[in-house]
């Protein structure tokens, strides 16, 4: 491999100030290298950098990234003519073969400018293919990522002899939907609705929110439960001989901060005599504690400088996180609320030898047995709020270093959308290895919400019948095999009107108090 002839590669895409200099040249990942790292840094700001990636084999560049400290844009907002000309002129300079690629999507996106190229086949984009752009509003570069080579198949598809009328499409899609109730989080940064408070609301989905059909076959590419969430059970109160001490309770944390979390170290199997306490503070009502290994022996670091291997990736990456790297590997976290002081997370790190001194390992079950008898000691009403995943399609194979549990909020019988609680089991020794849990103020919350829809199921569903439509796309599936290959399919999204533009949303929503639609952007 003719090294200084990819440097100058690097060198001539990142156009680097006289002032940077060359703090990383690697191939990566190391076992398999397939990429060669460049990285020039400011010296006198290191935030300041440019990364430059290139393909190993083919020297086709694949990333240019460029991280510098924001000036003023002259620029309200440059015409689209004036940045498609420019984003022309990047996609020349970068690609080998840029007229194989045509001009996607161009949008403006808070304060850059993204432009994306892709193959095309019939008039519709082949994902995973060309190239995306970001740039400023002054139409700098701030980012540039090719997709070309990466994970494409090598026949790329061809139109289908007879695609199925979407009329037909629609019809089957609407026969198989059903319109379900949760509660959910809303942002108007991400979604579109009425008024600018973030809350919770009451709202119908459609079930399954996603389908992905073929077009020549109608068959769909996934099983029905595919896009739905995890089948869950109501879970049944431990009983009084599985509760293991009580909560630690406190009426006023501030004056007991260490005598609880003493309690929490106890029953968390916190050995002090191999951690410390590096760091506690009080942040978002919450009170977080870092513990760090005792006399660190970091191996990972051990003589590796920057100086002494002053390009290497390990050694780059030393030099730019400096101990933050060490403290995530080798540290737990605690935190707990400050007003009650209940457990609300927890990160273990496991020793050497809580891993290779025991040969046999616990099982699925006998996992689950301390994890929800873990769950009743640190949650002690988890039977009202919490449901029980169901392993329907466990399957039985090699056995892991670690078992994962998760318990899905519900509250009067209503999921809460993406709020769950997590417990992580060792299987060799039984300790808990993490958990994740939900603050009391939370479910206070939640608890206050109305929780009688106004709008019924079948009105929900009339909405939004009137208003889905599907549409053709391009979609690189993943075979049972592992084989990739395009598939041309339809997807169901509903289309909606914004400021005199036609939008289209493929996750909605319909308030069940008010019958309000809400868009997720996409």
């Known amino acids: 491999m003719d090294w200084e002839q990819l440097r100058r590669l690097a060198e001539n895409y990142a156009e680097a100030p006289a002032n940077f200099r060359l703090v990383m040249e690697d191939s990566i990942p190391k076992e398999n290298a397939m990429y060669r790292v460049f990285v020039w840094e400011n010296p006198e700001n290191r935030e300041e950098t440019i990364e430059v990636e290139l393909d190993l084999h083919s020297k086709e560049l694949l990333r240019l990234q460029m991280y510098k400290q924001a000036e003023p844009s002259s620029l309200n907002s440059p015409s689209i003519e004036s940045a498609e000309v420019r984003a022309q002129e990047m996609l020349e300079r970068y690609l080998l073969e840029p007229n194989r690629y045509m001009l996607n999507e161009l949008k403006y996106a808070e304060d850059k400018v993204k432009v994306d190229y892709r193959l095309q086949i019939g008039g519709l984009p082949l994902p995973h293919t060309g190239c995306e752009l970001i740039l400023t509003r002054d139409l700098e570069l701030v980012r540039f990522r090719f997709e070309g080579n990466k994970d494409i198949p090598e026949l790329l598809p061809h139109w289908p002899l007879k695609v199925i009328e979407p009329d037909i499409i629609r019809a089957n899609l609407l026969s198989s939907i059903d319109m379900e109730l949760s ?292 979609f690189l599936h993943t075979v049972p095999s592992g084989k990739k290959e395009y598939k041309l399919v339809y997807e169901n999204v509903v289309k909606y009107m914004r400021e005199s533009e036609i939008l289209q949303a493929r996750s909605v929503f319909i308030d069940a108090s008010t019958g309000e639609w809400i868009y997720r952007k996409e």
């Open 183 to 474: 509660l959910r989080y809303f942002y108007p940064t991400l979604y579109d609705y009425q008024g600018s408070d973030s809350e919770f609301r009451l709202v119908y989905t459609a079930v399954p929110e996603r389908q992905f059909i073929c077009a020549d076959t109608g068959a769909d590419l996934f099983d029905e439960d595919h896009f739905r969430f995890p089948r869950s059970e109501p879970m049944i109160q431990a009983r009084e001989d599985f509760l293991f001490n009580a909560e630690p309770h406190c009426e006023s944390v501030s004056d007991s901060i260490d005598s609880v979390l003493k309690k929490w170290e106890e029953r968390l199997g916190i050995d002090l005599s191999y951690f410390e306490r590096d760091e506690v503070k009080e942040e978002e009502g919450e009170i977080r504690c870092l513990y760090t290994l005792r006399n660190q022996s970091r191996e990972r670091y051990q003589d590796l400088s920057h100086e002494s291997y002053p390009f290497q990736a390990d050694a780059y990456l030393k030099h730019k996180w400096g101990n933050i790297l060490d403290r995530m590997f080798y540290s737990c976290k605690l935190s707990m609320d400050a007003g009650t002081g209940s457990l609300l997370s927890f990160q273990a790190f496991d020793k050497e030898e809580d891993t290779e001194s025991i040969q046999e390992t616990l099982s699925r079950s006998g996992c689950r047995e301390i994890a929800e008898q873990f769950l009743a000691d640190v949650f002690p009403n988890y039977g009202a709020y919490l449901h029980r995943e169901v392993d329907n399609d466990f399957v039985v194979g090699e056995r892991r270093k670690k078992e994962f549990f998760f318990f899905p909020l519900f509250i009067s019988g209503i999921p809460v959308s993406h709020e769950q609680v997590t417990v992580v089991v060792n299987t060799r020794n039984g300790r808990i290895n993490g958990y994740r849990g939900l603050s009391p103020h939370l479910i206070s919350e939640l608890m206050s919400l109305e929780h009688q829809p106004k709008l019924s199921a079948e009105e929900a569903f009339q909405r939004y019948r009137q208003q889905m439509d599907v549409q053709l796309k391009w």
